[in-house]
């Protein structure tokens, strides 16, 4: 049976995993990039504490020795359903069963001025980018004698309070504190700031009040203005606008506000549900389809009881629908009923700041160091590679014990 998985993410890589070694199942995986990525820890390289190449892991690497499991490297153009075939900026594949597991991407709801300026964290690319962006701004920081542009170039606003948002404002506002004392000491005496804005009248979200008020007390602690119940509405000549009329010159402003969920040119429109993303039924299968499946971010499912209104887009989520799939997938080649799909909520975290994070579990909440070394326990284990866990635990306790982390470069690609 040719399965073709569109999308290496925790989704279709989970999927393609637990088809790996089952000759019945003939298996390309097709992404874009050569490599799978752990988004959690994005935030980590643009703020200079991890190596890029420490949440990344080559997929031709991974399927070394898995004889059904194949990679294709292309983007997806069309789905021609009539035909069982897709069409990639790299040829044309041919499938018995097609899986979608494309993700999100960024979601800068219609704001021009922003999708234009603001710098997004989704990709590799858009981490390394935002490294550059800080790090070049510094550097102009010095150079400038006017005061009113030394404050702007080192102003950073964070839109959006859920863990992205929260995350990246702790980590910038604890590195910025050392990297001026230690390397830009021209810029001590500057009057910067910066700002999380937030559009919810809580931080975090989905999590518990507990962990809002929380996360609200430490970044308050480290000098993070958050501003609640306010909306980033443009960002336009380095200032950005916000729905309360007030406006900050800023630099840098980060975008983590929503995701919209990838377009799938070539499927029916009524397929396609709230947020973009495509509709599903208990068994991931496509809504009017007979043989496309869509799981992770991408997919719509309202038919497990405890998430009427579909699931959230977390890793865990995406997870388990590629284990379910490649169970149903199996039962479905030897003639058994398939399972529905239902979530098993093992709890939620954020980091916000050295030694001090958040802990949501089904029936209890922590905090401070203990649910500091759980989150980071918890997000060393599902990193693809021991050698990449390795990296990892050393970057983190080399940045950590120094408070000096070591990858402050400026890397521009030759254009
Ligand atoms: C900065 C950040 C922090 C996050 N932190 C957390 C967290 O702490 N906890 C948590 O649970 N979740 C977190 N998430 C959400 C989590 O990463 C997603 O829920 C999860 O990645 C969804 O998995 P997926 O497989 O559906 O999609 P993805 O992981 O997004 O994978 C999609 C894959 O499809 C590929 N692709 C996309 N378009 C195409 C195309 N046209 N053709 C071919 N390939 C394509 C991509 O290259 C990618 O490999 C975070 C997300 C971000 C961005």
Redesign the pocket.
Known sequence: MKIVI????????NLAKHLAGNPIFNVTL????NY??F??L??QVSTAFIEASNITYPFRRMFQYKENLRFHL???KEVVASDNKIK?SNGDLSYDILVL?????TNYFGLESIEKHALP???IDDAIHLRNHLLLNAEKAVRTNDPVDKCRLQNIVISGGG??GV?VSGMLAEMIQSLINKDYPELKEADANIYLISSGNALLGPMSKKSQAEAYKVLDKLGVQVKLNTAVKGYINGDVHLSNGGCIPAATLVW?SG?IA?QVPGLPNDCIGRGNRIIVDEFNKVKGAENIFA????CLQTTDADYPNGHP??????IQQ?FCLASNLKRLHSGQVLKPFKYKNKG???IISKYKAVVDLPKAFFKGLPAWLVWLFV?IIPIVGFGNKVKLAYNWFLSLMTNDPALRLIIRPKK
């Open positions: 569109i999308g290496g993410g925790f989704a279709g890589l097709v992404d874009k990039n799978h990525l988004p959690p994005l935030y292309g983007e997806l990639t597991a494309m993700g999100t991407e964290l989704k990709t863990p992205t995350e983590t995701v990838r799981i992770g971010d991408q887009q977390l890793a865990q989520v995406a590629g939620s975290m954020a997000h």
